[in-house]
């Protein structure tokens, strides 16, 4: 009989478990269904509102660690191919930095290249950023779909990068637009 509830026992506390293990772990799901994107965020970090992202998540301690999505209108029938390879359109992402930060800082594009993801073609790009705030660590997934250019970018400052690159990595490998 003891055996039997010990049994019982350890499958009850092995299922339990089996639910606090998953694949991404540290991360959180997000999901808008209405513009038809998601992504997986750190746990832990918090929506905020801002101009200029259709959606933001930062980390409570450490406020200037975040995960964004900005969406802009390209011509229709164009495709991300048509925008450029992934160097350029790295390139071209990298001189948005500047104009956001309304300098001429430098903007590193560290690499850039192309995978395939449900028959969607996405480029994976990272950067180094020299802004007024510090060095700062990017990567960035970037699609076209539905005549949008959708950016999904994760930035970390330069001393953390180490310690959160491969939450970021995950991340910015999460995202997809359908």
Request: hydrophobic share 40%; charged share 20%; with cysteine.
């Amino acid at each position: 009989m003891l055996k039997r509830i010990a049994a019982l026992l350890l499958i009850v506390v092995a299922l339990s478990l089996q639910g606090c293990i998953t694949a991404g772990s540290g991360l959180k799901a997000y999901a808008d269904t209405y513009k038809g994107y998601q992504f997986l965020y750190p746990t832990g970090w918090l929506e905020v509102a801002t101009s200029g992202a259709d959606v933001v998540f930062h980390d409570l301690v450490n406020d200037t660690e975040n995960v964004s999505v900005v969406i802009s209108a390209v011509p229709e029938g164009q495709t991300l191919q048509d925008l450029g390879d992934p160097n350029e359109v790295g390139y071209k992402l990298s001189k948005s930095i500047n104009t956001l930060t309304g300098n001429d800082r430098d903007v590193q594009l560290i690499s850039a290249q192309e995978i395939q993801s449900s028959d969607e073609t996405y480029y994976i790009l990272e950067y180094l950023a020299d802004l007024p705030s510090g060095l700062r660590h990017n990567l960035a997934s970037v699609i076209v779909r539905r005549n949008q250019l959708f950016t999904f970018n994760a930035s970390t400052r330069e001393e953390r990068w180490e310690k959160m690159k491969m939450l970021l990595k995950q991340s910015v490998a999460s995202f997809s637009v359908y």
